[in-house]
């Protein structure tokens, strides 16, 4: 009796250290990459990668009919006509590799990774995103442009900077609101920093001591609750956005102290903190809505796509602003939060 | 006490060899992607740089799968496009990134590319990665990867949340819709 259960208590010994073993090999395997690698890859949100080895994909049916670089293949640019869409610049060397057979079946092109946009409501939007060219084009835009021109950039840097610091309540409660202590505790030492150090808001100091913008609204809060975008609205003047980020915006109006300071003022004091900043996100963005309007083909739906992806991207704190692993990253300098969309 | 220590040992020395098996092929495939990312997001940073279209194409024919980047972007039109116009039409799509990536130079000049982490998306792989500017900003760029003759292909870049052929397929699909499917349309809006 007694033999038999110090066989047992053996075996289950055996098997604690065999697991401890285990553990402390799968910990100690990976060990060659730096501590702050690691943490970045554990903060990382997304399905490990899990691949085969690489002689066993080689092995694949499928991927030898694939596209296949051939790097002894290298040869001096091809001329237009044997190589179609291919000019002579530069004198540089392009491998003369293009598949000109293509993926050999369906399977080769992968799918999508941005979900389409609902927009039932396609035909009402374009008659509203007409009217909304025609404002741009009669007043946002000139305005921007003449904003542009008059203001000098460090002037324009500090209007920003402001308009920055004032969106702080905002920022904050979302913070907040998506349990984001990290961010919200940015946003805190950015407004006391920037207050007081930056004068009022008009230079921004934090970025230089380690405390980076980001933005954050109502619209981005509802996504991370996984309240669905619905379908795709055109609002006049304001540009695209769907219910949840409609809904969003009146959250944030009332969050936003300028609503009940101005509450009694007259319309046009009312109207120069959302007027500031309509024209200054505009100006930020008149080079690549140039290239937009110039390069794309059906602008309509090109805002409507880039809106979507834009929107996905901020509620996944994947846009710039944002570091996975740290929860806030800096913005590059000339960027700034858009706020009202002018799209 | 050797009762104890033979079957270990046998055990300890199976999860070895199993563990020497796996973990290092899922740590070098994962390793694989991020540097052939750093390597190809250096030579973007070079490109943008010097604002060298010739450079983009070169890059692109060496490392992006154009030919599954081309179909993909017909969206529902994929049948549209007939063995005989393959050809022309890759080499405008490839003509047509490049262009792009030259017109959106000045958002990818930075000063390094930082990788931070890999994960797997079913049909291919997302690196992550920063680009980093002076002053200390940065913009986020995920490469999408393709597994291509046992390496990698860069399939979509999403620079700042906005993902890259997927923007092409909007853009070709409206070119698409407004001529009733037709391929030359398309084929005389990549030709401009």
């Not at chain 1, 927009?119 to 939007?125: M, T, V």
């Not at chain 1, 805002?303 to 994947?318: G, P, S």
């Not at chain 2, 490109?47 to 993909?72: C, E, M, P």
């Not at chain 2, 949340?161 to 037709?182: D, R």
Request: glycine share 8%; hydrophobic share 40%; aromatic share 8%.
């Amino acid at each position: 009796m007694v033999r038999a259960v110090s066989n047992r208590k053996s075996v289950q010994v055996r098997r604690m250290l065999a697991c401890v073993c285990f553990a402390a090999l799968f910990a100690l395997l990976p060990g060659t990459a730096s501590a702050e690698r690691q943490n970045d890859k554990a903060a990382f949100k997304g399905t490990q990668l899990s691949v085969k080895p690489i002689e066993e994909r080689g092995k694949k049916k499928k991927l030898a009919k694939a596209y296949k670089p051939d790097p002894t293949m290298r040869v001096i640019i091809e001329p237009a006509a044997t190589v179609p869409g291919v000019d002579v610049v530069d004198g540089v060397q392009v491998p003369k590799d293009l598949n000109e057979s293509g993926p050999s079946d369906e399977g080769d092109v992968p799918g999508d990774l941005v979900a389409e946009t609902e927009d039932p409501l396609e035909g009402l939007n374009r008659v509203v995103f007409g009217f909304n060219q025609v404002v741009d084009h009669l007043v946002l835009e000139p305005s921007a442009r003449i904003y542009r021109a008059v203001i000098p950039r460090p002037v324009r840097t500090g209007v920003t900077n402001v308009l920055n610091n004032l969106a702080t309540p905002i920022t904050l409660t979302n913070d907040i609101l998506q349990g984001n202590p990290e961010a919200a505790a940015n946003t805190i030492k950015r407004f006391m920093v920037n207050s007081t150090l930056g004068i009022g808001g008009i230079f921004d100091h934090a970025t230089g001591l380690g405390e980076p913008l980001h933005y954050e609204d109502f619209g981005q809060t509802l996504g991370v609750w996984g309240v669905g975008s619905g379908p795709y609205l055109v609002i006049p003047i304001l540009g695209p956005s769907n219910p949840r980020d409609a809904s969003g915006m009146v959250v944030d109006t009332a969050v936003n102290p300028m609503t009940w300071i101005l509450y009694d003022a007259p319309l046009w004091q009312k109207s120069i903190p959302v007027g500031t900043q309509i024209v200054v996100s505009r100006e930020a963005i008149l080079d690549d809505y140039d290239n937009l309007r110039k390069n794309s083909p059906d602008l309509y739906a090109s805002v409507r796509d880039l809106y979507a992806q834009k929107r996905q991207a901020e509620i996944a704190n994947e846009a710039a602003g944002y570091n996975p692993g740290s929860g806030v990253n800096s913005l590059p300098p000339s960027m700034v939060p858009q706020t009202l969309n002018p799209y | 006490m050797t009762d104890i220590v033979r079957p270990l040992s046998r055990r300890l020395f199976m999860s070895l060899a199993a563990s020497a098996a796996l973990v290092p092929g899922m740590a070098f495939a994962a390793s694989s992607a991020e540097s052939y990312v750093s390597k190809v997001g250096n030579g973007v940073i070079a490109a943008a740089r010097n604002n060298s279209v010739s450079q983009f194409r070169s890059l692109l024919r060496s490392n992006a799968d154009i030919a599954a980047i081309a179909i993909y972007s017909l969206g529902p039109y994929r049948k549209s496009l007939t063995a005989d116009m393959k050809s022309e039409y890759y080499g405008l799509v490839e003509n047509y990134i490049a262009k792009v990536f030259q017109q959106n130079a000045k958002k990818l000049a930075g000063e390094g590319l930082e990788v931070k982490g890999t994960s797997d998306a079913g049909d291919s792989v997302l690196v992550k990665s920063v680009l980093n500017f002076g002053g200390g900003g940065t913009v986020p760029v995920t490469w999408r990867l393709v597994k291509r003759g046992g390496g990698f292909r860069i399939f979509d870049v999403n620079v700042d949340g906005i993902w890259l052929a997927s923007t092409q397929k909007t853009n070709f699909v409206s070119v698409l819709k407004k001529n009733n499917g037709q391929m030359s349309a398309l084929l005389a809006y990549l030709r401009q």
